[in-house]
């Protein structure tokens, strides 16, 4: 007997257009995500548990369009699917997994993060709903409550079921200093840029090599060749 799945006939991620081709409004609205995608790589390196998509879209039913945040993130999923990666996120190829946090970069004008947006998001389940508009330094936070997002107060919010949190203040990426999202520890540390990652192992390095030649340097004042040691 012949066993029907109806998966088998829903289209695949390679089927579905990758986002509503959109264009950003500001170069920041890449860039944002981007960074915070490229501190959870470091601070993640060794979880293949986790997703973190940028401008990608999340399809949940084959007969509505896609819904395209400019980040979002997942856990319990694979971090890496196939040679090429996503080309979009599906629920019926994710076991139904919803992402955990969605993100609006607000740039020049406002498109529906406050009315449509935080209905959809809502709707699907997402757990942490980020809104920043970086050119009024502006970051709102809301939890989904009983089907409601409400706001949440401070100016790091905590998120326990991630493990982070986020928040905003100065830092350098790409070679701008800026202010930018950051995630935090949960005593509100900061977790660093690969900028200043990099520059911080640049300096530990000088350092190293400053005092091995300080070292050498008395071991020839006392007469001893550190080559015979």
Not at 130 to 135: F, L
Request: net charge negative; hydrophobic share 35%; charged share 20%.
């Amino acid at each position: 007997m012949y066993n029907y799945n109806p998966l088998d006939c829903l289209p695949s991620s390679a089927e579905l257009p990758d986002s509503d081709d959109t264009p950003v409004d500001n170069e920041l609205q890449i860039l944002i995500p981007n960074l915070l995608l490229a501190i959870l790589a470091s601070i993640w390196h060794n979880r293949d548990d986790w997703f973190f998509g940028i401008n990608m879209g999340i399809y949940y039913t084959p007969l509505q369009p896609a819904i395209v945040p400019d980040g979002f993130l997942s856990l319990g999923v694979e971090r890496f699917v196939g040679e090429n990666g996503r080309s979009s996120y599906v629920f019926w190829e994710e076991e139904g997994i919803t992402p955990i946090l969605a993100l609006e970069v607000v740039s020049q004008t406002y498109n529906g993060e406050y009315e449509q947006k935080k209905i959809d998001y809502a709707q699907l389940g997402i757990l942490y709903y980020v809104i920043y508009a970086p050119t009024r330094l502006r970051l709102e936070v809301y939890r989904l409550v009983e089907g409601k997002y409400i706001l949440q107060l401070g100016d790091k919010i905590w998120m326990p079921e991630i493990g982070l949190g986020i928040g905003r203040e100065q830092g350098t990426y790409q070679g701008r200093t800026r202010e930018w999202l950051f995630w935090y520890d949960q005593d509100g540390n900061r977790y660093q840029t690969p900028e200043e990652v990099n520059a911080q192992q640049q300096q530990q390095l000088e350092q190293t090599q400053q005092q091995l030649q300080e070292l050498l340097a008395r071991l020839q004042q006392q007469g001893i060749d550190p080559n015979l040691l």
